[in-house]
């Protein structure tokens, strides 16, 4: 039977997202073939009509994350007029909070996957390298004060990578404490949010967690 146009693109995307996840959870060598073709429903055949190999797919796979992660923390259309100060406060309190610390899968490629990305080359490599580049630039591009510049300055990219240096490392630490020692890992994240907001000038919101000004999920 024939497979339509819509069906193909359906399946190829039930391949990217069941990959993506499986990854971040499992990292690139946790997860085989047959992981990802189970999760997404199709044979093991299949997934080779769509990529080349394997590391073709995790190169997508890694693009895919990315894209759908700074997706989710733009700042809501509806709510674009509130500026780049709430787009940074909110993108620290979703990403120093217990939800994302406890959804490896469907959160921060980068937290989950860098140290998996560093033993890379190719296109998996290049693709983290891509991913992370975009993210310095979103941060940048973004005040405190509110404003939205087109072209960061040097003091804008010192403060880019200052806060996500400290957003991904301290999630990474919540994350490696989270069984052993919950009081702590929440203690890092909690610690990490208010330090980023009195270092950056950002308004400390909410400090337990997210809440309605917080997108839906990260």
Same mark, same amino acid.
């Given at each position: 039977m024939k497979v339509s146009k819509a069906q193909?693109?359906?399946?190829r995307l039930s391949i990217l997202q069941a990959a993506a996840r499986l990854y971040r959870e499992r990292g690139f060598t946790g997860v085989g073939v047959a992981d990802i073709t189970r999760e997404a429903g199709l044979t093991?055949?299949?997934? *080779?009509?769509?990529?080349?190999?394997? $590391?073709?797919?995790?190169?997508?796979?890694?693009? *895919?994350?990315?894209?759908?992660? @700074?997706?989710?923390?733009?700042?809501?259309a509806a709510d674009a007029s509130a500026g780049a100060g709430r787009f940074l406060r909110t993108?620290?309190?979703? *990403?120093l909070s217990p939800r994302h610390?406890?959804?490896v899968g469907q959160g921060c490629p980068v937290a989950a996957l860098a140290a998996d990305a560093a033993r890379e080359t190719?296109? %998996?490599?290049?693709?983290?390298?891509q991913g992370i580049g975009r993210y310095m630039a979103l941060f940048a591009q973004r005040r405190p004060d509110g404003t939205e510049?087109?072209?960061?300055?040097?003091? $804008?990219?010192v403060r880019? %990578?200052?806060?996500?240096?400290t957003m991904v490392g301290g999630l %990474?630490?919540?994350?490696?404490?989270?069984?052993?020692?919950?009081?702590?890992? $929440?203690? %890092?994240?909690?610690? @990490?949010?208010?330090?980023?907001?009195?270092?950056?000038?950002?308004?400390?919101?909410?400090?337990?967690?997210c809440d309605q000004d917080c997108v839906q999920s990260i």
């Open positions: 193909v693109t359906e399946n093991h055949g299949g997934l *080779y009509r769509h990529f080349e190999s394997k $590391d073709a797919l995790a190169a997508e796979a890694a693009k *895919y994350a990315f894209e759908w992660e @700074l997706s989710d923390l733009e700042p809501p993108g620290v309190t979703n *990403y610390r406890d959804s190719g296109a %998996i490599a290049d693709a983290f390298a510049v087109a072209q960061a300055e040097p003091e $804008d990219r880019a %990578i200052s806060m996500l240096s %990474i630490l919540a994350r490696a404490t989270a069984r052993g020692l919950p009081a702590l890992s $929440d203690e %890092i994240l909690a610690t @990490l949010r208010h330090h980023l907001a009195v270092t950056w000038g950002l308004d400390e919101h909410n400090p337990d967690g």
